[in-house]
């Protein structure tokens, strides 16, 4: 990976530019330009904007950042909203299985054992009801 500094060198002299005539376009200072070049210093995102106005460049080309990579494609996005509503419908099933078992318990603790099942039967015949 080429560093800024190496890459605006190389962009300037490509364009047959001195320093001194990108310090003059970009309103500041030879020494800046200089110093950005030595990667002492880097510049603001306004002369990068100037930058890549004045190479007719765009900015992921001049900072040599892979853009279509690091987006998640269409795609990818659509299935992993399906996947989540796919897992939200699993929660809602396991927390009713859950709090089927859980009225089962109590069912079975502290009521007479004997109207147990009706009971169990009268749940799933609502519970039916609710889901269909």
Known sequence: MVQLGNKLKQLRKKNGMTQEQLA????ITRQAISKWESDIAQPDIDNL???CDIFNIS??????????????????TIENHHNA???KK?????????????????????LDQSCVLQKIM???????????
Do not use: H, R
């Not at 009268?122 to 269909?132: D, E, H, I, M, P």
């Open 24 to 27: 003059k376009q970009l309103g």
């Open 49 to 51: 904007a100037k930058i």
């Open 59 to 76: 900015a992921d080309i001049l900072l040599e950042i892979q853009v279509s990579s690091s987006l998640p494609s269409t795609k990818t």
């Open 85 to 87: 509503n796919f897992y």
């Open 90 to 110: 699993i929660s809602v099933i396991c927390l009713a299985f859950l709090f089927f078992d859980i009225l089962l318990v109590y069912l079975m603790l502290f």
């Open 122 to 132: 009268k749940f799933c015949t609502l519970w039916t009801y609710v889901c269909g």
